[in-house]
């Protein structure tokens, strides 16, 4: 995948625990959420469900799968879970196994992994950055780009200037993360983001018909393609 192709990407994180409030633990609502992200237009779903167990991620990731039409489902962490699951890849953060060990699994004879199999990477600095991209991922998020909840302790907000530093630094696609709404968005494009990636922009939506009515005014104004 290069930084040129079908961009910029819009890529929708689950958080169901940011869902627990007002749906219960957030379980049920996930699903939905998933299917009206992917009705609204999103290009991929990353499946970020840290605490459930094995068997209840695969389920959850096998029907994403099975809603996904022509978005791509990658899930977190989990590399078997990914494949058994048919997704389209994994996306790997801090406490993850070694990119280098993964892609050096997929690429060296996986039998479950497919050629276009998608490996990323959670990026903080840009060191981390660049050694994601010499063990030839795909792809990698960099935030927080602005303040969010879920990011808190990932440190301070990065911020849009430091967003282009990085994506100026890299060849591969980098999408932003953190914070990132319907309002700011187009200043992480301007920046040179590949794409965003967000929880609360998606899950803040009344519903289906909202949330593809804010995607429709983001491709709109240029700032989404």
Not at 158 to 179: D, F, M, N
Request: contains cysteine; proline residues 3%; glycine residues 12%.
């Amino acid at each position: 995948m290069s930084a040129a192709s079908k961009l910029p990407i819009i890529c929708y994180v689950t958080g169901r625990k940011s869902l627990a409030e007002s749906e219960g633990d957030g379980t049920a609502g996930v699903p939905w959420k998933i299917r009206a992200a992917i009705a609204a237009g999103v290009d991929w779903v990353q499946i970020r469900e840290k605490d459930l167990s094995g068997r209840e991620l695969l389920g959850l990731a096998r029907e994403a799968v099975a809603a996904a039409g022509g978005a791509r489902v990658i899930v977190n962490d989990r590399l078997d879970v990914a494949l058994a699951a048919g997704a389209a890849g994994v996306h790997l953060g801090r406490e993850s196994l070694g990119a280098r060990d993964v892609l050096r699994w997929c690429r060296g004879g996986g039998e479950n992994a497919p050629a276009d199999f998608l490996v990323g990477v959670s990026c903080h600095r840009l060191e981390e950055a660049l050694e994601a991209e010499s063990a030839d991922v795909s792809y990698i998020f960099f935030g927080p780009v602005f303040d969010t909840p879920s990011k808190r302790g990932m440190g301070e907000p990065q911020g849009v200037t430091r967003l282009g530093e990085i994506c100026r630094a890299l060849k591969i696609p980098v999408l932003a993360i953190g914070g990132v709404s319907e309002e700011n968005a187009g200043e992480c494009i301007r920046a040179g983001a590949a794409g965003i990636a967000a929880i609360r922009m998606f899950q803040d939506a009344r519903d289906a018909e909202t949330l593809k009515d804010a995607l429709r005014r983001l491709r709109a104004q240029g700032t989404m393609r």
